[in-house]
Nanobody, 117 residues
Framework: QVQLVESGGGLVQPGGSLRLSCVVSGSVFSVYKMGWYRQTPGKQREMVATITSGGDTNYADSVKGRFTISRDTAWRSMFLHINTLKPDDTAVYYC???????????WGQGTQVTVSS
């Protein structure tokens, strides 16, 4: 199994920046892809950014140019650097990891990001 713990959320003014962190533990060796997703009440969880073991990244159109996903080479930590925050970015942000060991997608507990003046 893989355990994920997010941190770094908070209240930020529009135009501000944040860095979200995700600490990974457990069967880290089996992880081949990780990502950040977000969800607001009444809406489906949506992909924000993903990164593969080969370093390939993918971003939602709404965050391209503002969000940057990164990770350490050992898959122990993953980050989401967020710039130029907008009120529409307000959501609970979740860290996820795909494991080749059991073909499961694991999730963290989420961290709240609120963008408001």
């Amino acid at each position: 199994q893989v355990q994920l713990v997010e941190s770094g959320g908070g209240l930020v003014q529009p135009g501000g920046s944040l860095r979200l962190s995700c600490v990974v533990s457990g069967s880290v060796f089996s992880v081949y892809k990780m990502g950040w997703y977000r969800q607001t009440p009444g809406k489906q969880r949506e992909m924000v950014a993903t990164i593969t073991s080969g370093g390939d990244t993918n971003y939602a159109d709404s965050v391209k140019g503002r969000f940057t996903i990164s990770r350490d080479t050992a898959w122990r930590s993953m980050f989401l650097h967020i710039n130029t925050l907008k009120p529409d970015d307000t959501a609970v942000y979740y860290c996820s990891a795909n494991s080749a060991l059991d073909s499961r997608q694991y999730w963290g507990q989420g961290t709240q990001v609120t963008v408001s003046s």
